[in-house]
């Protein structure tokens, strides 16, 4: 078998699975409206499926920001940070993370998930252990491939499953790096950082943790779970995205430990690619603004967040543990949840369709995020298309 | 006494194995992991986790890639245990 040949087989087999999911991935948004309305084909429908947290992606600052950036810079910098792209802009962003989460170190990179890659790959090496959550986002997996360290995993948010496995590596602990994530990406359930810390420091580990998906949305001023738990010093390392709440591209990693800035120069995802563009800084910058002081959109997002899991629990809906801006509901099969993820793009209403084997333990899940932008009247359809296709579709 | 080990290795992988497919098939050492047990990635991945706990050892994911039969896994946990 060829390579192309490979490719062919594992299509086949895709459409042998599920031959009516063809054209349910990648589907092309044609015309964007605002952060909570687009066009797909002929239809104005709401977006439920974005990770626009707090509604940011027209923000009149960052729009502004933006601008004003390519006017002065220019549309790319065309080179690595390393080299001629790392501009007054780069320097700023990062010094206001290291302020933002008072710490004493900061880098920015060109995406989240290079974020993870570069910062995994450049703390960990052979000889060294990584040990991961089970239901750990791909940048993570890809980075401990890359770093080249044994990687262990633990049971999704099993804090006795973590103590173990740290017990069996014996004096190798000291060389371990534990990452977890404050919000998880597929059902919404948080991690049980006050343990996780408790359980790092008993074995002398470090902790990294991925706040991509709480940046914005936990804590006072929107840090993430360090914020919320107030576990900011047990914390090693956090890494996280300007693609949710901050509405570009780009990524990020702060720490207390000086060691930080080694990355710059032994990273190869830091190193071998261009730096992000100046609109992206810019645009970052005042979204950042934006959220440190949107304690106002954290309360919205939240009431909306709680009125679709109440809701959506109270119709019989399987969902993940606990309430948050990720509201997954968990079908029977993927059959199921074609049906779900169709009759609610027929009602409208776009959402994520996430099938096996991208979901944990070969779940079907369709995901719903929340926006602090959604209206009530958006929200109230959303809830009441759910009890409705629950019925027709015959969910129960 | 390390050929007995070994065996005993084998053997309790294969019941291990036996109950975690849950088919009708019987596990045999020269069995392939995804052609003949269906062990696909994610699976084996699970698997990895559970075989963790019955031999209590540590198997990182990136020394499978050379495990294709349930003998190549057997010979890994029993490497890993007599290293340990």
């Given at each position: ?165 740290l017990?069996?590596l014996g004096?190798r602990s000291a060389?371990t ?26 074995y002398n580990s ?191 | ?84």
């Open positions: 078998m060829n390579l192309l040949n490979k490719l062919d087989a594992a299509a086949a087999l895709r459409k042998a699975q599920l031959p009516e999911a063809v054209g349910a991935f990648g589907i092309p948004i044609e015309e964007v409206y605002s952060s909570t309305e687009a066009r797909i084909g002929e239809n104005r429908v709401l977006l439920f499926g974005t990770n626009n947290y707090l509604g940011l992606s027209f923000a009149p600052e960052c729009l502004k920001a933006a601008h004003e950036a390519i006017d002065n810079e220019g549309t790319g910098t065309t080179g690595s940070r390393m080299a001629n792209g790392s501009y007054f802009g780069h320097r700023e962003l990062e010094r206001e993370f290291a302020d933002f989460y008072q710490c004493r170190e900061s880098i920015v990179f060109t995406t989240g998930y290079q974020a993870n890659l570069g910062t995994i790959a450049g703390l960990v090496g052979p000889g060294d252990v990584v040990l991961i959550d089970g239901d750990s986002h791909a940048s993570i997996y890809d980075g401990c491939t890359l770093s080249g360290a044994d990687v262990i995993r633990f049971r999704h948010n099993d804090v006795a499953d973590l103590d173990k496995r017990r069996r004096e060389v790096l534990i990452i977890a994530e404050g919000i998880y990406s597929m059902l919404g359930d948080q991690a049980p950082l006050v343990d996780i810390i408790s359980v790092k420091n008993k470090l902790l990294l943790l991925d706040e991509a998906h709480s940046l914005g949305v936990l804590g006072n001023t929107g840090q993430g779970l360090v914020e919320k738990t107030g576990m900011m010093e047990g914390v090693d390392f956090i890494t996280g995205t300007f693609s949710k709440s901050l509405c570009s591209i780009g990524g990020f990693c702060v720490s207390n430990h000086s060691q930080l800035d080694q990355l710059r120069y032994i990273s190869h995802p830091y190193i071998f690619t261009a730096s992000p563009s100046p609109a992206t800084i810019a645009s970052t910058r005042a979204a950042l603004k934006l959220l440190r002081n949107g304690t106002k959109l954290r309360e919205q997002l939240w009431k909306n967040a709680h009125q679709l899991y109440s809701k959506m629990s109270e119709i019989g809906y399987k969902l993940g543990p606990e309430p948050g801006p990720i509201v997954a509901a968990i079908l029977d099969n993927p059959k199921q949840a074609l049906a779900l993820w169709q009759g609610l793009l027929e009602n409208n209403i776009y959402v994520n369709l996430i099938l096996p084997p991208a979901a944990p333990e070969n779940k079907s899940l369709v995901r719903c995020s929340i926006n602090a932008a959604h209206t009530s009247e958006q929200m109230q359809h959303v809830c009441e298309t759910f009890a409705k296709l629950y019925t027709e579709i015959g969910i129960d | 006494m390390a050929e007995s080990d070994y065996n005993e290795t084998l053997q309790q992988l294969c019941q291990r194995l036996d109950s975690f497919t849950g088919s009708d098939i019987k596990v045999s050492p020269d069995m392939s992991l995804v052609n003949q047990l269906a062990i696909d990635s994610i699976k084996l991945l699970n698997l990895i986790m559970e075989i963790e706990d019955t031999f209590d050892i540590s198997v990182p994911i990136n020394a499978l890639v050379d495990v294709q039969t349930v003998r190549d896994l057997a010979d890994l946990i029993h490497k890993i245990k007599t290293e340990s």
